[in-house]
């Protein structure tokens, strides 16, 4: 292949430019996955506490409990600063209610990720 005397060199130039956009555009997806994983594992928190919270004669801080549990054990590497919260609502209804921040790759960016969970209290009623 024979090179035009003003083209030396333009592989380099064209090197500087697209590696760095092609790993800008790789950070980007790793960090859209990590988002998606915290927000998974949000989601995983909050429907174990939601299932523990309104079992029969539970209470709603068994369910905060449990999904801060899930949350240390299983998910802190990629939630941060967590916090969890149950409600009894009217109609035997149970709320709990999970929200953190996903781990970021980006300086200065913080990503939020919450999930929400409502049951039905069980109770154990007689039939008559």
Same mark, same amino acid.
């Given at each position: 292949?024979?090179?035009r005397p003003g083209e030396r060199?333009?592989? @380099?130039?064209? $090197? *500087? &430019?697209?590696? %760095? ?5 790789? /950070? ?21 506490g939601e299932q523990l919270a309104?079992?029969?004669g539970s209470s709603t801080q ?11 054990? @299983?998910?802190? $590497? *990629? &939630?941060?600063? %967590? ?5 009894? /609502? ?39």
């Amino acid at each position: 292949m024979s090179w035009r005397p003003g083209e030396r060199g333009s592989t @380099s130039v064209e $090197a *500087v &430019v697209v590696l %760095p956009c092609a790993m800008i555009v790789l /950070l980007f997806a790793v960090q859209a996955c990590l988002w998606a994983h915290a927000a998974t594992m949000a989601e995983y928190a909050a429907s174990r506490g939601e299932q523990l919270a309104t079992l029969d004669g539970s209470s709603t801080q068994a369910g905060i409990d449990e999904a801060a549990g899930v949350l240390a054990n @299983s998910a802190s $590497a *990629v &939630v941060s600063d %967590p916090t969890v919260q149950a409600q009894r /609502l009217p109609g035997d209804r149970m709320e709990i209610r999970v929200n953190g921040y996903a781990e970021s790759l980006l300086p200065g960016v913080r990503l939020p990720v919450s999930a929400v969970r409502f049951g039905v209290v069980q109770r154990f009623r007689v039939g008559g």
